[in-house]
């Protein structure tokens, strides 16, 4: 035996730890139904620092409240934050996103009110205003690639509440008679994201795939221009175009031609003057327009980071390289292929790739134009993909005040919902897997030593992170507006720009 | 617009069936606290058709009512269900293992007494015996690799309850300093099996780590023979081997001269006359031995289908090729190798392996001894792998025949914690991870045409689901029996042998 | 130090074995200009113990010469083999095969008669008959994937001599500019088979590519029935499809609509009543027929093998398993696909995949007809697969018997061209990239022990050894037959059918 | 039908360019033993523009010739290049290097004298100073790894001629008894390069292993302090430690404790004040050290290119990341590892790695001392790497100035055989698998727009390319220098420092 020298001999207590977590989980199962009734009676989206509630499971429950200490040094007790969560079920509430966390400090911070009357002074704009004010927005995923069916998942996943969102159709080209089953199929089953989260049920005659009770009609069209949308009761409808066949305005129009489809959001970069959105930092571009882009993966990943890193230290120069996932555009094997090297194996290859995400970054924040190159390595993963940020900013930087400040706008900024930070000497690609925020910084990979040159490394999940930014765009485009509790008082210096914008949303 | 012509073109309603689905959802997380609470309380498993319901989430337990499709062709309706798990609250129970389903279908078909009568004289015996009868046993994980560690998660996710197992120490070969880090680091991501589910806090003085409540000491060893587990308060415990260094009996017996050790399970094919138990098949050679071992995965996943078809159609001849994911006993890139072909890069390759599990299989199955041969293809995929099984049978068989007959062993069968079926026409590998059971025959490879000679396809986690089994025999090591209820009545003629024994303990 | 005790301590000779070596290498080299010259200028090809000589370096010469101990137990010494060579010069040859080491083991077993005297008396038939008896036939490759590119690289490289077959255009879909400069690049680079051996030019004015003087003219054309072969000179060609878009007579025919084209040659298995040939098997049922299919790579691998057995042994049924590498008829990531599982990714899975090949060996050697079930497991590797044979035989067999059988038929049978055979403990997949024949067998891992149930091993290289069995089709079909010299007499006893005759051509 | 309108109509010769090539195949076989016999007899090694012949085969001469274009926009001639070989072989040569283009762009630019008068002149130095002037050195493996094995390779084939080195022995780890084998077997066939190019005879007995002629004792030994070089007839020898356990001066220096070993050469960061020579920048730091490192495979890749483009253009700062092929110290699948990341699955992550290689570069070329900044992603390749070099130069520069500078690096400078430049568009990582510069810039991906900040893109072989660079500074430590003919007189104005160090040696 080799112990440590240092080892604490005395015998380690075992029964305390493991009584003080089935305590723990007891109260996290028994907040499950609360913030489902909520989420479903009263579109009352509850989160904990920002992060969503409904659905999770009671181990997930305790890992954010174990998460919190990164922000307070302390994590959350469940015992205090499970008697807030049911003061909620008392009031009358309408659509709301509540952050338990938040109400529990200002709570605990105040003494002259009990918890119900606390409660009801914090949420008065939402007592008594009715819960279904908000008429769901139908959409029409058009393609049903890899895209396609993770939007399909996270609508699923959300149809429950005040989202606004309600998945109607999913278009596809034609095909033989069991086409329907094969579509469930690869919803059903992800080799890369794993099994769906629930239930799916197909019906071959009405041809309709039901996911966790959302009925979605599937329909066989190879051009966008005369699908009878309406006869399958569709209205105003936002169309999704997940197939990147057309990127310009004269390609999408075509899908505003049907009766039924109102806007058209395109995962992909638009050309010309369609904007391209970047959630969180161009999220005013939506405005009314009849078609938006949602750019790529990796404008999405970088853009955020790049634009929080401007405001605070200034961007003089900088290029971006991904090194990035294959992708269905890559072939298995060499074979011809109209983009330069993308035809070669991408299973067996280094793969140079030119990316626009350089160019795209400029028109979601246009003060890095011009000062910004980009280029793409596609390797052998199947997901999770890695930015490189290597940049000259306009002052010198420690890698210290580099980190911290990313780790802040991480938890408590405006682009909180697109930034994560992690501080961790083991990760590898595979833990970003289902990462739900556009990027992640890998705040150990941080290069910055005193000088102006720093290199920023940024991880991706360049399939679902973007999914996750696409329906934030929808979102957004729906119109709808649900106010978030407390409203955020910084508690530090308020920072310029994006980085103010205190976020509403829950990630 | 190329519909297929037999669209059903009248409106699909779609707030009926998703109103269906969230009043079944609504009912489901009611469910969790329920199931929570008499698992930590009263020691009580509840299950859905021999499925453990503790941990599971609201999706998962609404597909499980899903999967009763299988067995009754109706899915099983959460309002019924949930009033039996309500009813149970209201009882003095004792530690049991009771299946929901049945006891609903059950309750259904008789008429005479009211629910709570009814679960009273259904559950007589363990009403009022008190909860926590069982006293745990202590395990100490010798070895921290890939079996190690999906034990350790497997057994935290038990300790609420009446698993009798309680995860105490993990004794791993000398390192630095930061070694308990990278040890926890380990066991909360993993490339393959994903993140952990709940919270790990490492106590670097004490050199614990605590997973879910559950405080496991870290200890330093390159030998068996000498750890002090006693002074860690260990004693009676039962020590998993995970490194496979030590096969004979000579070399486990070294585990015993500790104090605190009393029993040791190889989770790797033991040599002479130690046992070597296919949980399900030889349970019973675990008797009063102290050193057992847990054969290999593919030996699991294997001899539970052989042996049911053997006593049902009886194997004249066979062959196992088992098209295996390489395991970390193989060579990243070309290198030496004392075993023949393993050396070569696993990743680039596949490789030739000779593999003992034709011989294992004779061991836990005797009936088999001069049947069987094998042998392995490693193949460059992490985990989960396919046994093809070549067998000449003692009478000829249709493909539904045999089909239909394994599927049955799979749903209500002394083996049907090992055996599981699928018949999906788009199942490749990646769905099987996490597969809890020890094979899973894919029933539409199946071939049969009528003539004695079959081919049947089994695939397994060949991590994951072994560490299952291992978990079982673990169980079983505790000579803790729980019963279950209600009694199983088959509903069927009754098969010989293994397959009669119904199933008492869930999987 | 821990040497063995029995090292031999005395110091070795380093200075004898390497200028032995020198002094082969010497000689080797000067074989190189003389097979050459052969080749070219004769249309002789010389080949040792059946492996062709043209185009090989000195080190290759080498191998063979150590090669062929695996015969006789001695290597060929090349200052035997050297001076035959060189005797042939000094003859008037016409178009032959000559082996190398026969001529010298039959000259070296007599003794009446001078070297040029021997050589003028066993090639008397082609001595003096003029070298370019042998008009070329003009080849076609219609589609220009990875079976269309190995083709075009081995009838580049037998361009030289009397092969007969002369590659004139190569027809591909419709695409861009500078589609010429990615199709030569995709000829010139493999990631899987390496650079091109030779000089590539590209002539994007006359949209011809030239391959070591072979000059190619690349056609556009996305149906197979109006392409002008005979405004580009071509003319009684024989079109090689291989696309596997027509599969069927009428949809091949069209070929045989366009002037300039004669016969067809399906690279991949025909339908309905277009014969299936096997090369080395039903070699015959080529005949006048206009339009022939190769079968697949796995029926080209397996049948030789399977009838070299059945003759000797009798086959009463089997199972073909093939551990299958991934081709581009399946999906890099999951997305559809018209066939089962193979949409779900290819590089992640391991996907159960259904092969006709069982059935396909029965068209090839009807003996089997019935008797074969068969199965294909598509894995993560790039190219090279192995087919596992569990057969069922009429008599016992043991291990040494069964292999010692095999490797006969791969040295001297009517298959050894198609028949390998390999026994070395260390081999894997990526070893036999590149294999020349259809099927190898690993004599290591065949399972026999004396009874009639035996399981034999057979790598095959799917890409490249497929295609020599194309090329070997191909020539079949140009009706050119060379002889080959000296005519082989069987040392050991006759066998029956297939595996007495004796082989005529290189392989 | 659906060609470019533009197509040449007229017929094409076919005949014409075929006539060329089998003229010029001819020419190149007749070239191979006059080569072979010039570099066995003579120790003259021929080139062609700086690349070896000896050893090549008829296509890669062929090949050479035509690469030749790069330089002089046309390619060689073999009709005027064979004359120039054969004249070589009547004069009486002792031991040099000979470039065949430029003895004959010589004699072509002057009229005065025959091809013998002219070859005699230019070469009077080395006429008649007889062969054999060079003693061999002894040279021994220590550790038989990758590089270990690839160098036993390039050794092996240099055996023949001037290189001065001469293998002797391989050291390894203790092991069974067939371990010979096992060890002889990596070295015929590797997953990643292919099969050994010649014959390996072992004899277990002697313990040699015979390859291509060269004799080599294996030895087993687990310290390096206690093995009896000299009872195996080895003195004066360089060791060549490829264990990479001991990188500092009192680790090293034991293998000078054993009798025959006279320096030692390590194949990897040296620590302290080892020199760490990249070849071509630091060459001169070998002098009489009886210790050298050869650095890094990344550090040799960058170095160079960084040095010539500082002597150019100045770096003020840069940043170089590297997309780099798993390695044997990073695990197959998720296990313990000291170092951070690397313990983590190679096959499945992208995995952030610690590179030394910035400050590595500093220490070859210490003019970029504190300028560089440097960090790894490891990809799931197996060989093959890409490094990105993010520079801000000292003065802007277009794109082409940058290329057309280093394309000219690559063909005539003091590094030409260290670095190579592509300019394709189709090239990727395996297209570099096998190549002999230490690095190769990508020139289509360079980034330059006439501004000091540049991104510069160097592939390299990391196992390969390192290996040649390890044994060119394996014959700079012989202190055998062989002089090259013709002398270089440079065609352009002379560049500074490195860059103007005309190439004396064949790459």
Chains 1, 2, 3, 4 share one sequence.
Not at 127 to 151: K, S
Not at 229 to 234: C, D, E, Q, T
Request: glycine fraction near 10%; include cysteine; charged fraction near 25%.
């Amino acid at each position: 035996m080799s112990e440590p020298a240092d080892r604490v001999s005395e015998p380690v207590d075992i029964v305390g730890p493991f009584t003080a977590w089935t305590d723990r989980e007891s109260l996290a199962e028994q907040m499950i139904p609360l913030v489902g009734a909520l989420y479903r009676r009263r579109n009352v989206v509850t989160t904990i620092h920002g992060r969503r509630l409904p659905g999770r499971s009671a181990n997930d429950l305790l890992k954010l409240h174990r998460f919190a200490r990164h922000l307070d040094g302390v994590e959350l007790d469940p015992s205090e934050i499970a008697p807030v969560l049911e003061g909620l079920t008392r009031l009358d509430l309408g659509p709301a996103v509540i952050d338990l966390a938040d109400l529990n400090e200002r709570f605990r911070a105040q003494e002259e009110q009990g918890l119900d009357d606390f409660l009801r002074r914090e949420l008065a704009e939402v007592v008594g205003v009715g819960a279904f004010a908000v008429p769901p927005t139908d959409v029409v995923l058009f393609g049903f690639g890899r895209i396609g069916r993770l939007l399909a998942r996270i609508l699923v996943s959300r149809a429950g509440g005040a989202s606004g969102l309600r998945l109607r159709a999913i278009v596809v080209r034609g095909s033989g008679s069991d086409d329907i089953v094969k579509r469930a199929s690869l919803l059903r089953r992800d080799s890369v994201h794993g099994p769906f989260d629930g239930t799916i049920v197909v019906d071959e005659a009405a041809q309709t795939i039901t996911a966790n009770g959302t009925v979605i009609a599937l329909v066989h069209a190879d051009d966008p221009g005369q699908v009878d949308y309406a006869s399958l009761g569709i209205s105003d409808a936002i169309l999704v175009d997940n197939t990147g066949k057309w990127r310009d305005r004269v390609g999408l129009e075509r899908h505003l031609l049907n009766r039924g489809i109102r806007r058209v959001l395109l995962t992909a970069p638009g050309k010309g003057d369609i904007p391209n959105v970047v959630h969180g930092v161009n999220t005013n571009d939506i405005g009314d327009e009849a078609i938006v882009a949602a750019a790529s993966c990796t404008t999405n990943a970088v853009t955020p980071v790049l634009a929080a890193i401007d405001e605070e230290f200034g961007v003089e120069h900088g290029h971006i390289e991904t090194v990035h996932s294959f992708t269905n555009d890559q072939n298995l094997t060499d074979n011809f292929h109209p983009e330069g090297r993308r035809g070669r194996s991408a299973v067996l290859n280094l793969v140079l790739a030119e990316t626009g995400a350089a160019k795209a970054v400029a028109k979601a924040y246009p003060a890095l134009a011009g000062k910004l190159t980009g280029n793409a390595i596609r390797v052998p993963t199947p997901d999770v993909s890695i930015a490189v940020l290597t940049l000259r900013l306009e002052r010198p930087v420690t890698r210290d005040e580099l980190n911290s400040f990313l780790r802040g706008v991480s938890l408590r900024s405006g682009l909180h919902r697109q930034v994560d930070y992690v501080d961790s000497p083991e990760i590898v690609s595979s833990d970003q897997l289902g990462a739900r925020k556009a990027g992640v910084v890998d705040g150990r990979a941080t290069i910055a030593d005193g000088t102006p040159s720093v290199v920023v490394y940024v991880w991706y999940d360049n399939e679902y992170g973007y999914s996750r930014q696409v329906v934030r765009v929808l979102e957004s485009m729906t119109g709808v507006r649900i106010s978030s509790y407390p409203a955020r008082v910084p508690s530090a210096p308020q920072p310029r720009g994006l980085l103010s914008a205190a976020g509403s949303a829950p990630s």
